[in-house]
């Protein structure tokens, strides 16, 4: 997972380390706590077999905990990521 200004990149691999193929997931995430958070649908990127998004200018979104739900067929995975006090997104 990438944060960088208002682009978000996901990179999503088989259990093979080979990228997932496209079409084939849902990717959510969510920023911030739940009193306010800011949810982003990530879409397939070909050219970079990643999952993509732009989300508007968002300081500091990089160092917000995140929730991810990833549908696979049926099912939905949840996560997540808290990151550690004082964490600088590169």
């Known amino acids: 997972l990438s944060v960088r200004g208002a682009a978000v990149t996901?990179?999503?691999s088989d259990a093979f380390g080979k990228?997932?193929?496209a079409g084939h997931l849902?990717?959510?995430?969510?920023?911030g706590s739940e009193a306010k958070f800011i949810s982003v649908n990530l879409a397939w990127d070909a050219?970079?077999?990643?999952?993509?998004a732009r989300v508007d200018q968002q300081p500091g979104l990089a160092?917000?905990?995140v929730r991810?739900?990833?549908?696979?067929?049926?099912?939905t995975h949840l996560g997540?990521?808290?990151p550690s006090p004082g964490a600088r997104a590169n």
């Not at 849902?26 to 920023?31: N, Y």
């Not at 050219?47 to 993509?52: G, N, P």
Request: aromatic share 16%.
């Open 26 to 31: 849902g990717l959510m995430l969510a920023f």
């Open 47 to 52: 050219a970079s077999e990643s999952y993509r």
């Open 63 to 65: 160092e917000l905990p």
């Open 68 to 75: 991810v739900s990833l549908t696979a067929g049926e099912r």
């Open 19 to 21: 990228p997932y193929p």
């Open 80 to 82: 997540g990521y808290v």
């Open 10 to 12: 996901a990179f999503v």
